[in-house]
């Protein structure tokens, strides 16, 4: 099946700092999502991508869904402690079953 | 706010026991909600989707006997873990999409933390 290739795995970071992941695939998808989940908690859909090559921000958020339709990327800027989590990629494959990224674990240190 | 409510948040019983979680759409009816159960440190893997009025279809190695789902409503998917085992320690979630919505992204509840002794 489809499967995303996410990195890094981890970041570590000062607050401040930008963040940058990217996803990437072997095949084609019509739909990017990004999420992050929390420590306990369910995944949160931060932006959703749906045109290749569309940029979309959603405040200190920025993902762009690439033009050739196999890789995002997700960029945090000015980044704070709130900013600390896991964030995955994820992309319905060709059963629009949700396929996701292995995670990319943030942490931001004051 | 929320859309999804999973309850209940944690449940810690004895091997053997019957573990009922719910997963609830808020405001909107969800013909097809999703389940999906995360390990530490791992991705979120589905399990099974849940469909409203029917059969729930369940993915490769998935025991449809162990993991029982059932979609009474428009707005309630129930997964229960039967003689659940240490191994069935997990975390486990469900999601929702809008209806009528085509490319709609899922929508995850809270989570459910299941813990076996």
């Known amino acids: 099946g489809q499967q995303l290739n996410q990195s890094p795995q981890s970041m570590f970071i000062q607050e401040g700092e930008d963040v940058s992941m990217n996803c990437t695939s072997s095949?084609?998808?019509?739909?990017w999502l990004w999420y992050k989940q929390d420590p306990g908690e369910g995944p949160v859909l931060l932006i959703a991508?749906?045109?290749?090559?569309e940029l979309t921000s959603n405040g200190r958020l920025t993902a762009q869904f690439g033009i050739t339709r196999k890789d995002s990327f997700l960029n945090i800027s000015a980044s704070i402690p709130s900013d600390v989590g896991i964030y995955f990629c994820?992309?319905?494959?060709?059963?629009?079953?949700?396929?996701f990224g292995a995670g990319t674990q943030v942490v931001v240190t004051p | 706010g929320a859309v999804v409510s999973q309850h209940p948040s944690r449940v810690i019983c004895k091997s053997g026991t019957s573990v009922k979680i719910e997963c609830r759409s808020l405001?909107?009816?969800?013909?097809?909600m999703f389940w999906y159960r995360q390990f530490p440190k791992q991705s979120l893997m589905l399990m099974a989707t849940?469909?409203?009025?029917?059969?729930?279809?369940?993915e490769q190695g998935v025991e449809k006997d162990k993991f029982l789902i059932n979609h009474a409503s428009l707005t309630l998917s129930t997964l229960t873990v039967t003689s659940a085992h240490p191994e069935d320690s997990s975390f486990y979630i469900c999601?929702?999409?809008?209806?009528?919505?085509?490319?709609?992204?899922?929508?995850f509840g809270d989570g459910t933390r299941l813990s076996i002794l």
């Open positions: 999601s929702a999409i809008f209806p009528d919505s085509p490319n709609q992204p899922q929508h």
């Open positions: 095949s084609i998808f019509n739909t």
């Open positions: 991508l749906y045109k290749a090559g």
């Open positions: 994820a992309g319905p494959d060709s059963w629009g079953k949700l396929q």
């Open positions: 405001d909107f009816q969800a013909t097809t």
């Open positions: 849940s469909n409203e009025g029917s059969k729930a279809t369940y």
